[in-house]
């Protein structure tokens, strides 16, 4: 059973940084492509970064030169680097894994806020 677990949330101040981490219970996880999602409250929920199996990486444009997306396939883990955040950074983030049929995990709450 494919497991997603995420942590590392928490309430910062604008411009400081968290550093997000997924633990998959994936078979062959370095086969597949992976993700950090988010979804603020009343929005539908959107890409953030994306690594695949090869570590190529992509980024929404407004996360673009501020959060770093990365893999450690050994450990089976992705973690989502996030500095210099925002208010509009504020959201439920959402690991993700291009698994048949796809797979979630619970969500880690990141609130930005003075």
């Known amino acids: 059973q494919v497991q997603l677990v995420e942590s590392g949330g928490g309430l910062v101040r604008p411009g400081g940084s968290l550093r997000l981490s997924c633990a998959a219970s994936i078979r062959f996880f370095r086969s597949y492509d992976m993700a950090w999602y988010r979804q603020a409250p009343e929005k539908q929920r959107e890409l953030v970064a994306g690594i695949s199996s090869t570590g190529d990486t992509n980024y929404a444009n407004s996360v673009q030169g501020r959060f770093t997306i990365s893999r450690d396939n050994l450990q089976r883990q992705i973690y989502l680097q996030m500095n210099d955040l925002k208010p509009e950074d504020t959201a439920v983030y959402y690991c993700?894994?291009?698994?048949?049929?796809?797979?979630w995990g619970q969500g880690t709450q990141v609130t930005v806020s003075s």
């Open positions: 993700h894994g291009s698994t048949p049929g796809g797979s």
